[in-house]
């Protein structure tokens, strides 16, 4: 299973939000800049953390001209909890059979116990212009993604 990297066009897939509204990325590849972060799960000290880096920046991916995406494997229930409790301001997409993720290429960590947190950016033309990997380093995901945006335009 190879990794999507830097210069890959972006796959197209469908998913459920939040909201349980089917969300087709399609729709929105050609017309925003992308960023979509894959985290292991809902409620969790780093993933809200990551989740809420995002929510604080949310206009400034706006003024960039980019949707922020979440996914993971958790439910449509859990993921409208969690944006709820977390008042997050952008969409979260569940991945219950990890599907997208497979087509991503994203391999667990830690001996595969734990789902890799990976966030890509994406250009407008749907071609992935940045990757970044950590499962630890949860605030360098919003800000290197918003970094490289700024850099796009």
């Not at 729709?27 to 800049?33: A, C, H, L, P």
């Given at each position: 299973?190879?990794?999507l990297d830097v210069g890959d066009k972006v796959p197209d897939f469908s998913l459920n939000d939040q909201h349980d509204h089917v969300f087709r990325l399609s729709?929105?590849?050609?017309?925003?800049?992308?960023?979509?972060?894959?985290?292991?799960k809902d409620d969790t000290p780093g993933c809200t953390a990551e989740a809420c880096h995002f929510r604080d920046e949310h206009q400034a991916f706006v003024d960039n001209?980019?949707?922020v995406i979440g996914i993971s494997a958790d439910s449509t229930?859990?993921?409208?909890?969690?944006?709820?409790?977390?008042?997050l301001n952008y969409t979260l997409?569940?991945?219950p059979d990890?599907?997208?993720r497979?087509?991503?290429g994203i391999r667990n960590d830690?001996?595969?116990?734990?789902?890799?947190?990976?966030?890509?950016?994406?250009?407008?033309?749907?071609v992935i212009r940045h990757r970044f990997h950590s499962q630890w380093s949860m605030s360098k995901h919003m800000t290197t993604a918003l970094e490289i945006l700024r850099n796009l335009s």
């Open positions: 299973m190879k990794i729709e929105v590849t050609g017309t925003k800049n992308l960023v979509i972060y894959f985290y292991p001209d980019a949707v229930e859990s993921h409208r909890n969690f944006a709820r409790k977390n008042n997409l569940s991945d990890q599907e997208v497979k087509l991503f830690f001996f595969g116990l734990i789902p890799g947190r990976v966030t890509f950016v994406v250009d407008k033309a749907g």
